[in-house]
């Protein structure tokens, strides 16, 4: 497991925008993440992680999975781009403290083109769900 200091080997992201606070690389087309809800996450309005944040905790949980191959290259990660969501439900908005426990897979790939499917859980009940399709910035 790759925990909050160690997380920036694997996404490009910064504070005050990074999304995942723990990665397991199952293989290189699948993986898990996680998120506990901080109150002075930016994303967060009365107690709770608003949508944005979700949907930016899967694309990030999907630059650390990315990362992560290049990260066993000892390669800087790449920089990706959301192209799409597609058949995207968010179910509850999780409240501060709790945490997100996101699995993706990756369903699909193409010249730098990755098509994703996500699930987010809190303990156990599923929050939201979608596919991602995400680009990579070939250098």
């Known amino acids: 497991m790759i925990y909050e200091q160690d997380i920036y080997k694997l996404i490009p992201q910064r504070p005050p925008i990074v999304m995942i606070d ?3 690389g ?9 998120l506990t809800v901080k109150p002075d996450n ?6 709770k992680l608003q949508e944005p944040g979700i949907i930016e905790h899967i694309a990030q949980s999907a ?6 191959a290049d990260f066993l290259q ?8 959301i192209g799409e969501i597609k058949k995207c439900s968010i179910n509850d908005l999780p409240n ?6 996101t699995h993706l897979q990756i369903v699909a790939e193409a010249m ?3 098509l994703l499917q996500a699930e987010v859980t809190v303990a156990g009940k599923q929050v939201a769900d979608c596919a991602m399709k995400i680009f990579l910035r070939q250098e």
């Open 26 to 34: 199952i293989s290189p087309t699948e993986a898990h993440t996680t």
């Open 74 to 81: 000892n390669e800087p990660p790449k920089i990706g781009y």
């Open 63 to 68: 630059a650390a999975l990315s990362g992560y």
């Open 112 to 114: 730098g083109i990755k």
């Open 42 to 47: 930016i994303f967060c309005q009365d107690g």
């Open 96 to 101: 501060v403290g709790r945490q997100l426990s």
């Open 22 to 24: 723990g990665f397991d």
